[in-house]
């Protein structure tokens, strides 16, 4: 395949309506979208009657990320995009700009469900493409997400990024530069996101074809926040000071007990799948917090359920590369990092991408069934 030109380029990238894909197909995937478009602008510009505390949030990391954007200040663990990105919505709203950002929020993740469409498709098939649009769609948290004054859904949208980006190498030799300055711009603006995107780049790193290329784009661009966080804190910093990766702490240095680290390793895990949400920050939809706690919860066991389910069964080598940054960030996390049910939030494209390759599958299973029991044997 031949990269000639900007349509080239964007075809390649983000895949085209028409290849491979029938007019009713892209009817239904619009509408859908479209459906969860409407969905994301009404409850943002109605978010106040859903919940007070989303609207003028002044305490916890909301509280954080709103008071720097009120004084215009960005501290040395915090990574700049999304401060920037609410002092920007101020222009527009001095009270805080919260419905417009929560309208954006909510269309970056309707943007993402067509992006989980084009890789499942990329990966599987349309019948896969078409399932992971829905799910993102529908999924609850990525509609909660919306409505909270954090970067987790511009987290989710680099994800995303990323394993569009990966998926649409081939391996024909056409897409290793592209691939890899995207990438390269991609993992500076996760590092410059969120400090715990860091843990994405070692995966994204071994994924590209042009390591050099990308390492020499994300170093161009990332340096700069490193330095200037450095003369802030009077010291030389790894971008940010430590305490913004979440380490764990030291004390199974200290207390040089084996088991300890069997325990804190054990501990993470088990955070993994748990079927726990982050309630702090999430908004309530359903009148009390414990039905919203549950519906959240189970939403998620049945995600993960599907989505594992498609990684058992559906993976091969050929989308090993796909998922390599989101390999490395669950292992680092597991292994180095206080895991919470949040740090999830980047493991959660993967799985709602192979849970739509899940119900692929099945659909597709289901439809032979259908046609070998309307065969008439001679």
Aim: charged share 15%.
């Amino acid at each position: 395949m031949q990269i000639s030109g900007i349509p080239g380029f964007i075809g390649r990238a983000f895949g085209s309506l028409k290849t491979g894909a029938s007019a009713g197909m892209n009817a239904t995937a619009g509408a859908v979208l479209a459906v969860a478009a409407i969905n994301r602008i009404y409850l943002a510009v109605t978010a106040d009657r859903i919940s007070v505390f989303t609207i003028l949030p002044a305490h916890g990391e909301m509280g954080t990320y709103n008071d720097m954007a009120a004084n215009r200040y960005i501290d040395t663990v915090t990574g700049p995009l999304y401060p920037v990105f609410l002092m920007f919505m101020r222009l527009f709203d001095q009270d805080g700009g919260f419905r417009a950002v929560f309208v954006i929020q909510g269309l970056v993740i309707v943007l993402c469900a067509a992006f989980a469409g084009i890789i499942a498709t990329r990966l599987a098939n349309r019948k896969a493409g078409m399932a992971a649009l829905v799910i993102v769609s529908a999924y609850l948290s990525y509609i909660l997400y919306g409505l909270v004054s954090l970067p987790v859904v511009f987290c989710i949208l680099i994800v995303f990024l990323m394993m569009l980006v990966l998926s649409a190498d081939n391996g024909d030799g056409e897409w290793d530069t592209p691939g890899s300055v995207i990438s390269g711009i991609l993992g500076a603006a996760a590092l410059l996101l969120h400090p715990v995107m860091i843990y994405l780049l070692p995966g994204l790193f071994a994924a590209v074809r042009k390591r050099v290329l990308m390492a020499s784009i994300l170093l161009v661009i990332v340096v700069p926040w490193g330095v200037r966080n450095s003369m802030l804190a009077a010291r030389p910093v790894p971008v940010y000071e430590s305490t913004a990766y979440e380490l764990a702490g030291t004390e199974t240095v200290r207390t040089g007990s084996g088991w300890k680290v069997v325990d804190d390793l054990y501990f993470n895990v088990s955070f993994l799948m748990k079927k726990s949400v982050e309630r702090a920050h999430m908004p309530i939809l359903f009148g009390k917090r414990d039905t919203n706690k549950h519906v959240l919860e189970y939403t998620f066991v049945i995600v993960a359920l599907l989505g594992l389910t498609g990684l058992i069964r559906y993976s091969d080598r050929s989308q090993i590369r796909t998922l390599l940054p989101t390999a490395s960030y669950v292992i680092l996390t597991l292994l180095i990092t206080r895991y919470t049910t949040r740090s999830r939030v980047i493991f959660e494209p993967a799985l709602l991408i192979y849970a739509g390759i899940t119900v692929g599958g099945i659909l597709k299973w289901m439809s032979s069934k259908g046609k070998g029991s309307g065969e008439v044997t001679p």
